[in-house]
Antibody, heavy 120, light 113 residues
Framework: EVQLLESGGGLVQPGGSLRLSCAASGFTFDTYAMSWVRQAPGKGLEWVSSISGPGGSTYYADSVKGRFTISRDNSKNTLYLQMNSLRAEDTAVYHC?????????????WGQGSLVTVSS | DIVMTQSPDSLAVSLGERATITCKSSQSVLYRSNNRNYLAWYQQKPGQPPKLLIYWASTRESGVPDRFSGSGSGTDFTLTISSLQAEDVAFYYCQQYFNTQYTFGQGTILEIK
């Protein structure tokens, strides 16, 4: 069974940094693209970033480009999201999700998510 | 970016009746070389992460009840629940994966009338 477990969320001040992790199990991690999708409180889904299976290609939403960095450690079956220069509008539950190929496509399954709150 | 627009924003349907949600993309998500529509549908219940229902616009994910179906091509798509059950109360989202700025519709909340 595929399992995705996010960690690293919390309260951070505007302008601060945070690193999210997503521990994956139940599948051959380095074969599949992985992504981060966020959901602000009471709002819809917003794609944040994706990384190809081997990790050679990364993709970012315009809203986070230049501030967030996605990466993966295939030896540890772990996905990361380094978030810098955080803003109040980055407050959300951040889900990691698996795609069905080495390139991103649909997202399945999703982790339960990690809450990031940006506030002074 | 491709903008995905769902309608309606909210929908109330009686148990056993048909529910229909539409999703329109600002540009075609049909890839001519393989004749596939790069469109997925998700269901999200309160307190849970989204669950994949449909991909390639009409392929039902394994384990999804056959009362859920997807249709459409190009820019216009539909998610249909043929006979609404109480457990189908949820938010529903469409998502395009045609280009690498992946975008979701704003969501539709489906309730029981």
């Amino acid at each position: 069974e595929v399992q995705l477990l996010e960690s690293g969320g919390g309260l951070v001040q505007p302008g601060g940094s945070l690193r999210l992790s997503c521990a994956a199990s139940g599948f051959t991690f380095d074969t599949y693209a992985m992504s981060w999708v966020r959901q602000a409180p009471g709002k819809g889904l917003e794609w944040v970033s994706s990384i190809s299976g081997p990790g050679g290609s990364t993709y970012y939403a315009d809203s986070v480009k230049g501030r967030f960095t996605i990466s993966r450690d295939n030896s540890k079956n772990t996905l990361y999201l380094q978030m810098n220069s955080l803003r109040a509008e980055d407050t959300a539950v951040y889900h990691c999700a698996k795609s069905s190929s080495s390139s991103p496509n649909w997202f399945d399954p999703w982790g339960q998510g990690s809450l990031v709150t940006v506030s002074s | 970016d491709i903008v995905m627009t769902q309608s309606p924003d909210s929908l109330a349907v009686s148990l056993g009746e048909r529910a229909t949600i539409t999703c329109k993309s600002s540009q075609s998500v049909l890839y001519r070389s393989n004749n596939r529509n790069y469109l997925a549908w998700y269901q999200q219940k309160p307190g849970q992460p989204p669950k994949l229902l449909i991909y390639w616009a009409s392929t039902r994910e394994s384990g999804v009840p056959d009362r859920f179906s997807g249709s459409g091509s190009g820019t216009d798509f539909t998610l249909t629940i043929s006979s609404l059950q109480a457990e189908d109360v949820a938010f529903y989202y469409c998502q395009q994966y045609f280009n690498t700025q992946y975008t979701f519709g704003q969501g539709t909340i489906l309730e029981i009338k």
